[in-house]
RNA sequence: CGGGGUGUAGCGCAGUUGGCAGCGCGUCUGGUUUGGGACCAGAAGGUCGGAGGUUCGAAUCCUCUCACCCCGACCA
C-alpha cells in the first residue's frame, strides 16, 4: 500500500493541517483576524505577510471562483500578468513617484531596478498597447487574479491590510468615452454579483480615485465599526460618498450686511477654540489659517473655524504629488505669525480658501500680529485667493449637497473599487489606436479591483457570533461538519464512516470529526470553523434512528431519521 | 516617520529587592471517563527576542539593537 490519496471534496479532522487555538491569540484585536487565527486558517510570517493554510485556501479558491465566473459572464480574459516589472515603465507614468514607499524596490544581478508589482496599471496598458492598432481590435477587458506586493506603512488587522496579498484586478480598453461607460456599468453589476453571491452586504459609494487619477469612481463597502474608512451617507436620498470625496452643505456662519474691519487685542489666544470663547462668537464665525507643504511650496488655507481640511480634496486641487503639514519654520520663513496668521494683505504665498468663506460674512480671522485679531474680515473684500474650493471634510449633521437632509456617517472597509481611468495612462504609455479616420488616440481606460484575502476577512467580520465563523455556504471550506459522538461505539462510527461514504459520492465537501474527543471539544471547534451544517451521530440519536443535523446558523438541532439525512441536507444546502 | 505597548515552553501569561525558570492550556504515556472545551497519575518541552555592559551572580539594572501589536501620518 502506498500512501493514501485524498478525495478533494472530503477531509478527516484528523489528518488536517493546522492546528484551532483554544485560546485568543494576544496580537490579534479585530474579530476576523482572532477567528482566523484560531481556526488555523492563516499563519503570519511578517507583518502582514500570511501563510494560508487548507482551509483558508479553499475559501480563497471558491472566491476567486465566483469572481472569475463573474469576470468571464462580462466577457473579460483572463491574463497573468508578472510582478516583476522594469521601473522603467513607471517612470513612464510617473506613478513611481505617486507610490512612494509603498513601492518594492530591487534590483537584478546586472543592477537593474525592478519594482514588484503592488498593482498593473502600466503592465497591462504595454501589453494593451502591444497588441492594440486599430478602433476594430477594441473593445476588450482583460483581468487577472494574481499576487500583490505592496510595502504598506502600516499593515493591520490580520488580513485586512497586508502586504502579500491576491487581487482581482481588471482593466478595460475602450475606443470612446460611452464605450468606457458600458464597461463600467457591466463591470459594477458584476460586483453586486460577487458580493451576493459570496453572502457580503456590500454597499456602492462614490470615491476619490487616488494616485491612480481618473474620472469616475466608486468603491465596495463592507459596513464595519473597524473599517478604515469614512462613508457619508444621506438617507432620503440614498447618496453615499467616502469621506475622502463627500460633498455637503456647511451651515452655521451669519450672513449680516458686511461691516468695517477692526483690529482688537486677543492676548494669548492662539486655537481657535480659545478665540471663539475669548470674543463670545462660534467657532463657525472664525477663519482658521491651516499651512501645507505642497512638492516644496507653502500652501496657505483658508477655512472656517469649525471645519476641517480635506487633504485629499486639496491635493487634487493643488494637483500635488506630496501634501503634508507644514512645519512652524517653513511658515515662520515667510513672515507669517502661527496662532495669528492672517490672509488678509498675505503676499508671497499660495492663499487657498475652501468655499466656505464665500457664504459667511464678518468672520474673525488672525491680524498677523502677536496677540491681535481682525473682526469683521469678508471676502473677496479683505483678502485675494489663488483658488476657492470646497477644500472641507464633510461630517454628520451636515446638509447633503442634494437634497439637503441631514448627512450621517458609518465605517467601513473598502472590499472593491472600480473606476473610469480614462487616458492618462495610456497617454503616457503611448497605447493608441487608430480610428475609422486614421488619426491616433490614447486607448480609453477603467480598471476595476477586488482583495480577495480582504473579502474573505470582510465576509468573516460580517458573519460571526462569539463562538466562531459563520460561514456563508458559497464561500465555506467544507458544506457538512460529519460529528460522530463516541468514536468507541462501533455503530457510531459504522453509520458516520457510511455517511461521510455517501456526501463524498455526491459531491458535497464533508469535513469529517474522526477524533475521540469529548463531545464539547468537537461541538466547539464546528462551531469556530463555521461550517454551514453539522451532523451529529450519537448512539442516543441512532436507538431512535436518527442523526442530529443542524445549520451554524441555527439555535437548535433537528432529529432526522437516518434514511433522511441526506436529503435534508441537500435541502438546507439549498 | 511620530506616539504608546509587548517580546519568558506550541498558545495564554506570572516572575517581588538582582540569588535554582514558573503557572494554566495544549502535547506525549498509562488508566478512568463521555451531549457544549472531562478526571487521575506520570513525562517531555526554555539561547527568558538579540548584542554588549555593570555585578561574585542578570529574565530582572544600564546601553544599543531587532521584531511584532495598537493609535496617528500614509493607504491603487
Same mark, same amino acid.
Given at each position: 500500500?502506498?500512501?493514501?490519496?485524498?478525495?478533494?471534496?472530503?477531509?478527516?479532522?484528523?489528518?488536517?493541517?493546522?492546528?484551532?487555538?483554544?485560546?485568543?491569540?494576544?496580537?490579534?484585536?479585530?474579530?476576523?483576524?482572532?477567528?482566523?487565527?484560531?481556526?488555523?486558517?492563516?499563519?503570519?510570517?511578517?507583518?502582514?505577510?500570511?501563510?494560508?493554510?487548507?482551509?483558508?485556501?479553499?475559501?480563497?479558491?471558491?472566491?476567486?471562483?465566483?469572481?472569475?465566473?463573474?469576470?468571464?459572464?462580462?466577457?473579460?480574459?483572463?491574463?497573468?500578468?508578472?510582478?516583476?516589472?522594469?521601473?522603467?515603465?513607471?517612470?513612464?507614468?510617473?506613478?513611481?513617484?505617486?507610490?512612494?514607499?509603498?513601492?518594492?524596490?530591487?534590483?537584478?544581478?546586472?543592477?537593474?531596478?525592478?519594482?514588484?508589482?503592488?498593482?498593473?496599471?502600466?503592465?497591462?496598458?504595454?501589453?494593451?498597447?502591444?497588441?492594440?492598432?486599430?478602433?476594430?481590435?477594441?473593445?476588450?477587458?482583460?483581468?487577472?487574479?494574481?499576487?500583490?506586493?505592496?510595502?504598506?506603512?502600516?499593515?493591520?488587522?490580520?488580513?485586512?491590510?497586508?502586504?502579500?496579498?491576491?487581487?482581482?484586478?481588471?482593466?478595460?480598453?475602450?475606443?470612446?468615452?460611452?464605450?468606457?461607460?458600458?464597461?463600467?456599468?457591466?463591470?459594477?453589476?458584476?460586483?453586486?454579483?460577487?458580493?451576493?453571491?459570496?453572502?457580503?452586504?456590500?454597499?456602492?459609494?462614490?470615491?476619490?480615485?487616488?494616485?491612480?487619477?481618473?474620472?469616475?469612481?466608486?468603491?465596495?463597502?463592507?459596513?464595519?465599526?473597524?473599517?478604515?474608512?469614512?462613508?457619508?451617507?444621506?438617507?432620503?436620498?440614498?447618496?453615499?460618498?467616502?469621506?475622502?470625496?463627500?460633498?455637503?452643505?456647511?451651515?452655521?456662519?451669519?450672513?449680516?450686511?458686511?461691516?468695517?474691519?477692526?483690529?482688537?487685542?486677543?492676548?494669548? @489666544?492662539?486655537?481657535?477654540?480659545?478665540? =471663539? $470663547?475669548? !470674543?463670545?462668537?462660534? %467657532?463657525? #464665525?472664525?477663519? *482658521? &489659517?491651516?499651512?501645507?507643504?505642497?512638492?516644496?511650496?507653502?500652501?496657505?488655507?483658508?477655512?472656517?473655524?469649525?471645519?476641517?481640511?480635506?487633504?485629499? @480634496?486639496?491635493?487634487?486641487?493643488?494637483? =500635488? $504629488?506630496? !501634501?503634508?503639514?507644514? %512645519?512652524? #519654520?517653513?511658515? *515662520? &520663513?515667510?513672515?507669517?505669525?502661527?496662532?495669528?496668521?492672517?490672509?488678509?494683505?498675505?503676499?508671497?504665498?499660495?492663499?487657498?480658501?475652501?468655499?466656505?468663506?464665500?457664504?459667511?460674512?464678518?468672520?474673525?480671522?488672525?491680524?498677523?500680529?502677536?496677540?491681535?485679531?481682525?473682526?469683521?474680515?469678508?471676502?473677496?473684500?479683505?483678502?485675494?485667493?489663488?483658488?476657492?474650493?470646497?477644500?472641507?471634510?464633510?461630517?454628520?449633521?451636515?446638509?447633503?449637497?442634494?437634497?439637503?437632509?441631514?448627512?450621517?456617517?458609518?465605517?467601513?472597509?473598502?472590499?472593491?473599487?472600480?473606476?473610469?481611468?480614462?487616458?492618462?495612462?495610456?497617454?503616457?504609455?503611448?497605447?493608441?489606436?487608430?480610428?475609422?479616420?486614421?488619426?491616433?488616440?490614447?486607448?480609453?481606460?477603467?480598471?476595476?479591483?477586488?482583495?480577495?484575502?480582504?473579502?474573505?476577512?470582510?465576509?468573516?467580520?460580517?458573519?460571526?457570533?462569539?463562538?466562531?465563523?459563520?460561514?456563508?455556504?458559497?464561500?465555506?471550506?467544507?458544506?457538512?461538519?460529519?460529528?460522530?459522538?463516541?468514536?468507541?461505539?462501533?455503530?457510531?462510527?459504522?453509520?458516520?464512516?457510511?455517511?461521510?461514504?455517501?456526501?463524498?459520492?455526491?459531491?458535497?465537501?464533508?469535513?469529517?470529526?474522526?477524533?475521540?474527543?469529548?463531545?464539547?471539544?468537537?461541538?466547539?471547534?464546528?462551531?469556530?470553523?463555521?461550517?454551514?451544517?453539522?451532523?451529529?451521530?450519537?448512539?442516543?440519536?441512532?436507538?431512535?434512528?436518527?442523526?442530529?443535523?443542524?445549520?451554524?446558523?441555527?439555535?437548535?438541532?433537528?432529529?432526522?431519521?437516518?434514511?433522511?439525512?441526506?436529503?435534508?441536507?441537500?435541502?438546507?444546502?439549498?
Amino acid at each position: 500500500m502506498g500512501t493514501p490519496g485524498r478525495n478533494l471534496n472530503n477531509m478527516r479532522i484528523s489528518q488536517l493541517f493546522g492546528k484551532r487555538l483554544r485560546e485568543i491569540p494576544a496580537e490579534a484585536d479585530t474579530d476576523s483576524h482572532r477567528l482566523l487565527l484560531r481556526a488555523g486558517m492563516i499563519s503570519q510570517l511578517a507583518a502582514g505577510v500570511y501563510s494560508y493554510m487548507p482551509l483558508a485556501l479553499r475559501s480563497l479558491r471558491k472566491i476567486e471562483n465566483i469572481v472569475r465566473d463573474e469576470m468571464n459572464k462580462t466577457g473579460a480574459q483572463e491574463v497573468l500578468m508578472p510582478t516583476l516589472q522594469p521601473i522603467e515603465l513607471w517612470q513612464k507614468s510617473g506613478r513611481d513617484l505617486a507610490m512612494g514607499q509603498t513601492l518594492f524596490h530591487l534590483a537584478d544581478r546586472k543592477d537593474r531596478n525592478l519594482v514588484l508589482g503592488p498593482t498593473h496599471e502600466e503592465v497591462v496598458t504595454d501589453l494593451a498597447g502591444r497588441n492594440v492598432q486599430s478602433y476594430r481590435d477594441l473593445p476588450f477587458t482583460l483581468y487577472q487574479i494574481q499576487t500583490k506586493m505592496r510595502d504598506e506603512p502600516r499593515p493591520r488587522g490580520g488580513l485586512i491590510r497586508v502586504r502579500e496579498f491576491t487581487m482581482k484586478d481588471a482593466y478595460s480598453f475602450d475606443a470612446d468615452e460611452a464605450g468606457l461607460d458600458v464597461t463600467y456599468k457591466k463591470m459594477v453589476q458584476a460586483y453586486k454579483n460577487i458580493y451576493r453571491r459570496c453572502g457580503l452586504p456590500a454597499m456602492i459609494i462614490e470615491a476619490d480615485s487616488g494616485a491612480i487619477g481618473g474620472k469616475d469612481s466608486q468603491e465596495f463597502m463592507a459596513v464595519t465599526d473597524i473599517g478604515e474608512d469614512e462613508i457619508i451617507i444621506c438617507d432620503a436620498c440614498g447618496l453615499g460618498a467616502n469621506v475622502e470625496k463627500a460633498v455637503s452643505v456647511k451651515a452655521g456662519a451669519e450672513n449680516g450686511p458686511p461691516m468695517d474691519i477692526e483690529e482688537i487685542e486677543t492676548p494669548g @489666544k492662539e486655537s481657535i477654540d480659545d478665540l =471663539a $470663547v475669548f !470674543l463670545k462668537v462660534k %467657532t463657525a #464665525q472664525t477663519l *482658521k &489659517a491651516v499651512f501645507y507643504t505642497a512638492d516644496g511650496d507653502l500652501i496657505f488655507t483658508v477655512i472656517r473655524g469649525d471645519l476641517e481640511v480635506n487633504e485629499i @480634496k486639496l491635493k487634487k486641487v493643488l494637483h =500635488a $504629488v506630496d !501634501l503634508r503639514l507644514a %512645519t512652524d #519654520q517653513e511658515v *515662520k &520663513a515667510k513672515g507669517i505669525v502661527p496662532g495669528s496668521a492672517s490672509p488678509v494683505g498675505m503676499l508671497g504665498v499660495r492663499v487657498i480658501a475652501d468655499i466656505s468663506v464665500t457664504s459667511g460674512t464678518n468672520f474673525v480671522a488672525g491680524a498677523n500680529k502677536q496677540g491681535r485679531h481682525l473682526k469683521n474680515v469678508n471676502y473677496p473684500r479683505d483678502f485675494k485667493t489663488e483658488i476657492v474650493a470646497d477644500i472641507s471634510k464633510a461630517k454628520a449633521g451636515d446638509a447633503c449637497a442634494v437634497c439637503g437632509s441631514a448627512l450621517r456617517t458609518v465605517r467601513g472597509m473598502e472590499i472593491g473599487h472600480v473606476f473610469k481611468l480614462g487616458t492618462s495612462i495610456s497617454d503616457k504609455l503611448g497605447a493608441c489606436f487608430v480610428d475609422e479616420n486614421g488619426a491616433s488616440h490614447p486607448i480609453i481606460m477603467g480598471c476595476y479591483g477586488i482583495g480577495i484575502g480582504r473579502l474573505m476577512a470582510a465576509v468573516i467580520e460580517l458573519n460571526h457570533d462569539d463562538k466562531g465563523i459563520i460561514w456563508p455556504p458559497a464561500i465555506a471550506p467544507y458544506q457538512v461538519y460529519l460529528c460522530p459522538l463516541y468514536m468507541d461505539n462501533a455503530e457510531v462510527v459504522k453509520q458516520a464512516d457510511g455517511l461521510y461514504e455517501t456526501l463524498t459520492g455526491m459531491g458535497i465537501e464533508v469535513l469529517y470529526d474522526d477524533r475521540a474527543e469529548s463531545p464539547g471539544v468537537k461541538f466547539n471547534d464546528a462551531d469556530l470553523l463555521g461550517i454551514p451544517v453539522r451532523i451529529t451521530v450519537s448512539p442516543r440519536s441512532l436507538e431512535k434512528g436518527s442523526v442530529e443535523v443542524k445549520l451554524r446558523s441555527e439555535k437548535k438541532p433537528e432529529l432526522v431519521a437516518l434514511g433522511d439525512a441526506i436529503g435534508r441536507v441537500k435541502t438546507l444546502l439549498g
